[in-house]
């Protein structure tokens, strides 16, 4: 435990990656995490754990107060918001840390970060921060059959009603291109002018997978030695990480098309008119008569 709990900057580089949901952030975990010298375990939910430990110390503000009640009324010392935060990064550090088993450079995969960049980016003292997209097409076409696969087996109908309160898979294409549109402008905005940010597009993982992970890794700091590279490409192959995981269902195809095949052709156009110029702002190019360009 002491080894765990010394002093983070010492010897340790911290990273966070994240994107949309559906977006390859899984994909791009898990080529990190196959690094010997990167620990990215799978998903986390640090949302979760800041409100948990904000229900932790609201509760234990409670009882502050009923102490100083019973003891004369000086006035209660709380705890607020500053104490809850430098817990949280500690509590979310430790963590990364006894995962990352020895590893040097340690980070965590959160969708929710996209949200928050500011909030973490100033919290952790500017880590490096990895955002993926994918196009808004084949990201919600995903989005939508993972949620109804969930919802089948996990025998919860939370899951079918978040695709469909916007009423049928149309709606939610539609409601998905809005949300890329917000989140790449989130990024632009945030992203401007830093030097601890990196963006990756999924096109580009499944095309050209080596050469987009040296580019992460050398952002990180790590060795990008080809035959790390080969090896990570090896093991991240759709087919092959189909057949060892113990909930194949995950894996689709990883479509990069648009949608070619699954929604018409006056529907993709209607929606690459939405996302068009969000799209070119990270990097994009598309000719919708043929399968998407990066």
Sequence with gaps: MAGILKDLSQNTRLFFCFGPPKSGTTLLQRA???????????ESDCRSLYEGLSWVFGEFNKVLQLYDRRTGGQGAALVGGESVNAIF???????????????????ANDNNIIANLEFFNDLFDQPKLIAIFRN?????????????????????????????????????????AQIFIQNVERWRAFSAGRDNVYMVRYEDLIAERKETMRGVFSFLGA????????????????????????NPGFFRAGS?????????????????????DAMERVGYTADLDLPLKV
């Design 32 to 42: 990190l995490t196959l690094h010997p010298q990167v620990s990215c375990p799978s």
């Design 256 to 276: 990069i098309d648009m949608g070619i095949g699954e929604i018409t052709q006056q529907l993709q156009s209607e929606l690459y008119e939405m996302v068009s």
């Design 136 to 176: 808004p097409v084949d990201q919600g076409l995903s989005a939508w059959h993972h949620n109804l696969r969930l919802a089948r087996e996990e025998n919860d109908p939370r899951h079918s009603q978040l695709v469909t309160q916007f009423g049928d898979l149309v709606g939610w294409l539609r409601q998905s």
């Design 89 to 107: 990064r500690s509590a979310l550090e430790t963590m990364m840390r006894e995962a990352g088993k020895g590893k040097t450079i340690i980070g």
């Design 223 to 246: 060795d990008t030695n080809s035959a790390i590279l080969d090896g990570i490409v090896s093991e991240t192959d759709i087919g092959r990480m189909r057949s060892k995981s113990s």
